[in-house]
């Protein structure tokens, strides 16, 4: 019999940007988009036959949700548990406090003591039982920096380097393993980001938990399931280490990158696949209206040319200095259809300013070449006369 996962991470529930607020409900609208990207996955869990979810970091996009956003993952959650899955929730940097004891947006969930409700906010182990068989889930939050403090790593005034995080993390691997039963399936799960990965957003600063792959993704871990990059990948193959990816575009540099979750299979060997959510589409456009009669006109027919329903759209435009002819206004007043649309200007630098275009005789082009060099200039007339010369015999 095989045990079969959703690993999913980045929900980032209340992510507010390029929605817009929705007085009528008290909510922004990009709400309704991880709705409907958790209810899909919630549906597909049970189509797929799922035993164990994995939520690896970042649920919330805050530490202190709204209701209405804590709704959202309630009824998630109720979904999972409805159809008798075993929910993992394990917190990442947006949710889990740099303070212990402190509650996280997880804590009063946990404490309902839900029977298939798991919150992991320190490293730990936890075994479950799958149709007789054992699953043993280690999980790794986001690991503070006063945990290499806490642990001898750093001393209280030094910056955490990557040598030390990537010590620290494969010695906290080291003892989650020991804690894993013999002949029990096994998955790591942590939010953090591996030293390889693609697609680093812009907001990653200098100091966080970083490690090699291979320094987590061992014997006796049968898969091992990544958080905190948005961009789904595979980071090392065998075992399987696997970033899941957000379940919608948080930002333009995701415009073109899929979304959603992965189904893992742990039967004789590891097997996963890719499983696309609803995302919302984003398109990032640039247009140079610098050159435009009507910059307006331009900019309106050349984004009729592309499929923008419901879309959340960047346009970036170049144009002249001063040059106010149109804005976004006018633009989602012509285009209802666009979910979001913000325009990004970008005015010509006068200096750089495109020189006019004129066309040149010969003649015309030696005349200007001599006047720019201060060599031939005193013998001006005399070259334009042999260039004539020339010029005659060449045409015949
Ligand atoms: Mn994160």
Redesign the pocket.
């Known amino acids: 019999m095989s045990i079969v996962i959703l690993h999913t991470a ?1 929900l980032h529930i209340g992510d507010r940007r390029y929605g817009r607020f929705d007085p009528q409900r008290s909510i922004n609208t990009r709400l309704d988009d991880q709705r409907r990207s958790l209810q899909f996955l919630a549906d597909a869990a049970q189509k797929e036959g799922v035993h164990v979810a994995l939520l690896v ?2 649920i919330y996009h805050s530490k202190s949700p709204t209701p209405a956003e804590e709704d959202v993952f309630a009824e998630f959650v109720a979904n999972l548990v409805g159809e008798d899955i075993h929910v993992f929730a394990i917190e ?3 949710e889990r406090p740099a303070i212990p004891d402190r509650a996280s947006p997880l804590t009063h969930i946990a404490t309902l003591g839900l029977d298939r409700f798991h919150h992991i906010s320190e490293p730990g182990v936890e075994v479950v039982e799958i149709k007789g068989e054992a699953l043993a889930v280690a999980a790794i939050p ?1 690991p503070h920096r006063r945990e290499l403090i806490d642990g001898g790593y750093l001393g209280p005034k030094s910056p955490p380097s990557p040598e030390i995080w990537d010590a620290y993390i494969e010695e906290s691997v080291d003892r989650l393993a020991e804690q894993i039963p013999d002949g029990a399936k096994a998955i790591l799960a942590a ?1 953090l980001w591996t030293a390889n990965v693609r697609g680093i957003p812009i907001s990653m600063s200098r100091g966080e938990p970083i490690c090699r792959a291979d320094s987590i993704a061992r014997p006796p871990f049968d898969y091992v399931a990544l ?2 990059i948005h961009r789904h990948q595979e980071v090392w193959p065998d075992p399987p280490a696997v970033y899941s990816g957000s379940i919608e575009r948080t930002d333009f540099t995701e415009a073109n990158i899929a979304k959603g979750a992965v189904i893992v299979e742990l039967g004789r060997k590891t097997t996963w696949k890719f499983l696309q959510t609803p995302a919302r589409k984003f398109v990032d456009m640039k247009m140079d209206l610098s050159g435009m009669t009507d910059p307006a006109a331009a900019a309106a027919t050349k984004l009729a040319q592309i499929e923008t329903d419901g879309a959340i759209v960047r346009l970036n435009v170049t144009q002249m200095p001063g040059d106010r002819s149109f804005d976004a206004r006018h633009l989602r007043h012509k285009f209802p259809s666009i979910f979001y649309l913000r325009v990004v200007r970008v005015e010509v630098d006068i200096d750089r300013k495109p020189v006019q275009l004129r066309t040149y005789s010969p003649l015309d082009a030696l005349d200007e070449f001599i006047d720019r060099d201060d060599e031939l200039k005193p013998h001006k007339t005399e070259l334009i006369e042999l260039a004539k010369d020339l010029l005659e015999e060449v045409r015949g």
């Open positions: 980045d970091g970042d990442g940097n947006h986001w939010h958080g905190h």
